[in-house]
T-cell receptor
Framework: DGGITQSPKYLFRKEGQNVTLSCEQNLNHDAMYWYRQDPGQGLRLIYYSQIVNDFQKGDIAEGYSVSREKKESFPLTVTSAQKNPTAFYLC??????????????FGDGTRLSIL | AQKVTQAQTEISVVEKEDVTLDCVYETRDTTYYLFWYKQPPSGELVFLIRRNSFDEQNEISGRYSWNFQKSTSSFNFTITASQVVDSAVYFCALRGNSGNTPLVFGKGTRLSVIA
C-alpha cells in the first residue's frame, strides 16, 4: 500500500544534540512538507520541498534543517539551536501535477521530547 | 496572506447530538481551496473533504455535511447524530491559488463526544 512512513514514532533528545526525523513516501508525490504541532497551536509549517534538491523555509524554520536528495525522502534535522523542540512532528506530501485542490497526505507523526 | 480561524477551541456534546464546527478564512486570492481534516487520538491527520472556491454547492456524506458560504468566508462542518468515534481534533485548512503553496491550517477544534 502506498503511504507516508515517519520514523521513529517516539524520539528523545539530549541537550545540545541534533536529531533527525525520517519521512519516506512511496506515493510518487512531488511536494513534501514538515509541520510542527503544539497543544492549542494547530499545525505550523517548518519547511517544504517541491522538487529534489530544492526546499523553502516555512513559518518556523529556525533551528531546523532539511534535505531532499531523493524524491521519496525528506528528513528533518532538529538542531541544538532549537531551544524548545518538544512537539509532535508531522510529514506530508502531495502531487503537484493536476488540479491544485489535491489534498496533502500525512504520516503518523513523530513525538519528540527532551530528556 | 492566508488565514484560517477556528474560534471554537473545545466542544463537548452528548452522543446523538448534532454539532457544528466553525471555520472562517481570509484570502485575497479569487480562486482558493478549502479542506477539513480529522486527527483522532492516534495522531495521524485524515483528509475529510475539499471544496473549490468556485463551487459553492454544499455537500453531505453520511452523517457529515459541509456548508460553504463565500459571502461570509465560512466553511462550517456539521456532524449529525454524533458518536463517540467522532471524538477528535478537527482542522480546517486553506490553499490559495498562488502557485503550489502549502496548506494553512486553523488551530483546530477538539470535539469530545460523551456516551
Amino acid at each position: 500500500d502506498g503511504g507516508i512512513t515517519q520514523s521513529p514514532k517516539y524520539l528523545f533528545r539530549k541537550e545540545g544534540q541534533n536529531v533527525t526525523l525520517s519521512c519516506e513516501q512511496n506515493l510518487n508525490h512531488d511536494a513534501m512538507y514538515w509541520y510542527r504541532q503544539d497543544p492549542g497551536q494547530g499545525l505550523r509549517l517548518i519547511y517544504y520541498s517541491q522538487i529534489v534538491n530544492d526546499f523553502q523555509k516555512g513559518d518556523i524554520a529556525e533551528g531546523y534543517s532539511v534535505s531532499r536528495e531523493k524524491k521519496e525522502s525528506f528528513p528533518l534535522t532538529v538542531t541544538s539551536a532549537q531551544k524548545n523542540p518538544t512537539a509532535f512532528y508531522l510529514c506530508a506530501s502531495r502531487p503537484l501535477q493536476g488540479a491544485r485542490n489535491q489534498p496533502q497526505h500525512f504520516g503518523d507523526g513523530t513525538r519528540l521530547s527532551i530528556l | 496572506a492566508q488565514k484560517v480561524t477556528q474560534a471554537q477551541t473545545e466542544i463537548s456534546v452528548v452522543e446523538k447530538e448534532d454539532v457544528t464546527l466553525d471555520c472562517v478564512y481570509e484570502t485575497r486570492d479569487t480562486t482558493y481551496y478549502l479542506f477539513w481534516y480529522k486527527q483522532p487520538p492516534s495522531g495521524e491527520l485524515v483528509f475529510l473533504i475539499r471544496r473549490n472556491s468556485f463551487d459553492e454547492q454544499n455537500e453531505i456524506s453520511g452523517r457529515y455535511s459541509w456548508n460553504f458560504q463565500k459571502s461570509t468566508s465560512s466553511f462550517n462542518f456539521t456532524i449529525t447524530a454524533s458518536q463517540v468515534v467522532d471524538s477528535a481534533v478537527y482542522f480546517c485548512a486553506l490553499r490559495g491559488n498562488s502557485g503550489n503553496t502549502p496548506l494553512v491550517f486553523g488551530k483546530g477544534t477538539r470535539l469530545s463526544v460523551i456516551a
